[in-house]
């Protein structure tokens, strides 16, 4: 266990530090994670805001154990508030404030580009320690800005292929976007439009040989894609591990992605099946007041001290705006 | 020369240059099961070129590595039909037990020679030694003359037991072993 250590934590009156998880596939385990990550950061005294951005299908109140609140997004989108703080609603657990997605109208799944940036600067501007986002699945650019706006973006994996698909599909879907994103003003984006256009015909299939390809054409601009992806470093979680064999997955995973991707991945830990993950749902109290000393609440506990405590570098991504 | 390991060597196993024996071959054994064919954290991401091709590069960093710690380089016979093959082989000659040309072929490659340059050394006309790797047994001289051919390439080419190399190739050139 490593020792506490308050300088790693925001400090007072600073910006609060977002989390995003999200993971390409429904059903991962995102909402539960997402609650008890949240859960854990207030245990430890810390303000924190879980807040659902899945607004197709929330169900973080759930999860966390109260209905569904009277104010959610939706109120927001559709302007009958003005402030994101208007829907801050107060959860059974102390420290802990919801932001509820539900109740949100299918149109409203996709929110328009502004709505989007209206919701993230006010994010940023809220007076608490955290705030976890539950991403919807898929990799809709809604859903890939927001994770990658965060400060650590987390996906969820179950060890099936699936799942392990779909998480290349979003790390790659998340990188791209976040190269396109980056080079709009610097004037890499011609070259990585054109090493895109070409993807195809030259054999480009992951970042790694699209930033050696960028490098060809334009190597300044190869260097700063170089740069984007040495900044570009995901973690994972895997869900619902049952076998030996699962427990490599994620080193693995992570060693895949850095071989092929040239992407550091990081992963957190696993989370073995559980069920008192069920119980607790079924007796609607978040499991880690309703079973602290279970296995899933003790990954949780890993997790979290690993976002914390952990040595390896955190980049700061609100500075490269 | 580029039997050196190089530094992207072991960044690609993951380990110090200063791992001992058995780590290094603990994690050769590891990145070959990763990039195994059946590995549920890669089969989605690459497809057959793409597999071959870290699989290949797994295989020489790791003959590098493990020539520096004085080890036997793994069984190096990594011909499409056995690269994935995840079983250890009890041979400790490091000498496959076919496909005995492409093995000359890498061995050859790995220390960064030519065929002129093995033809100089060892004074066989490179249209043999070509014929040798390629395994095209009708080209090659009788077994008599065959036999030195092959341990003066094997000699040229450093692998320790030369006469057993030769054994083996020409076994197999007269079909003693059969296919499994």
């Known amino acids: 266990m490593e020792l506490f250590d308050v300088s790693q934590l925001p400090l007072p009156g600073s910006q609060p530090c977002v989390w995003a998880i999200g993971g390409g596939k429904g059903g991962v385990g995102k909402s539960i994670i997402t609650a008890n990550l949240a859960i854990r950061l207030a245990q430890m005294g810390k303000s924190c805001v879980a807040m659902d951005v899945d607004l197709g299908g929330a169900n973080l109140h759930t999860v966390i154990g109260m209905p569904s609140p009277d104010y959610t997004l939706t109120d927001f989108l559709k302007k009958k508030v003005s402030s994101l703080r208007d829907i801050m609603v107060n959860t059974p657990v102390s420290n802990l404030w919801l932001i509820s997605g539900s109740r949100a109208l299918l149109e409203m799944a996709n929110p328009k580009y502004t709505q989007k940036e209206k919701i993230i600067r006010q994010l940023f501007s809220l007076d608490v320690d955290y705030i976890l986002l539950d991403l919807g ?10 994770f990658l706006v965060a400060n650590e973006g987390i996906l969820v994996i179950l060890p099936e292929p699936t799942s392990v698909e779909n998480a290349y599909h979003f790390i790659k879907a998340a990188f791209y976007r976040k190269l396109k994103k980056a080079t709009k003003k610097t004037g ?23 930033i050696k390809n960028v490098m060809d054409i334009n190597y300044q601009a190869g260097l ?43 992963a957190l830990g696993n989370i073995d099946e559980d069920d008192h993950v069920r119980k607790a749902i079924r007796m609607k109290t978040p499991i880690l007041e309703a079973y602290p000393a279970s296995p899933f609440a003790r990954s949780i506990y890993n997790i979290v001290d690993r976002l914390l405590f952990s040595k390896e570098a955190s980049y700061d991504k609100r500075t490269q705006a | 020369m580029t039997n050196v390991p190089k530094p992207e060597d072991y960044i690609l196993l993951g ?56 080890r036997r380089p793994p069984d190096p016979d990594s011909d499409d039909a056995h690269i994935f093959d995840l079983t250890v082989s009890q041979d400790t000659t490091g000498i496959p037990e076919r496909h005995i040309g492409p093995f000359l072929r890498r061995c050859r490659e790995d220390l960064g020679m030519t065929l002129k340059e093995v033809a100089k050394r060892t004074r066989i006309r490179t249209t043999h030694l070509e014929s040798i790797e390629e395994e095209r047994y009708s080209q090659l001289p009788a077994p008599v003359y065959l036999r030195g051919f092959l341990m003066e390439f094997a000699r040229a080419l450093e692998i320790e037991d030369a006469e057993e190399l030769a054994t083996r190739y020409i076994a197999l050139m007269q079909g003693d072993v059969p296919e499994p």
Request: aromatic share 6%; net charge negative; hydrophobic share 35%.
């Open chain 2, 15 to 70: 380990i110090e240059p200063d791992t001992t024996a058995e780590d290094a071959e603990k994690a050769y054994q590891r990145m070959k099961g990763l990039y195994s064919e059946g590995s549920l954290a890669t089969y989605s991401l690459m497809n057959e070129d793409e597999r071959r091709e870290i699989l290949t590069r797994i295989e020489r960093a790791y003959l590098r590595i493990s020539k520096v710690l004085s």
């Open chain 1, 224 to 266: 700063a894609l170089k740069d984007q992806a040495d900044r570009f470093r995901p973690n994972i979680i895997i869900n619902q591990t049952t076998k030996v064999i699962d427990q490599d997955l994620g080193k693995d995973i992570s060693t895949a992605c850095r071989d092929y991707f040239g992407i550091e991945v990081r």
């Open chain 1, 137 to 146: 699945a898929g990799t809709a650019f809604n859903i890939l800005d927001f």
């Open chain 1, 188 to 210: 890499v984006a011609e070259a990585v439009d054109k090493a895109m256009e070409e993807k195809i015909a030259r054999g480009i299939q992951s970042p790694r040989t699209l």
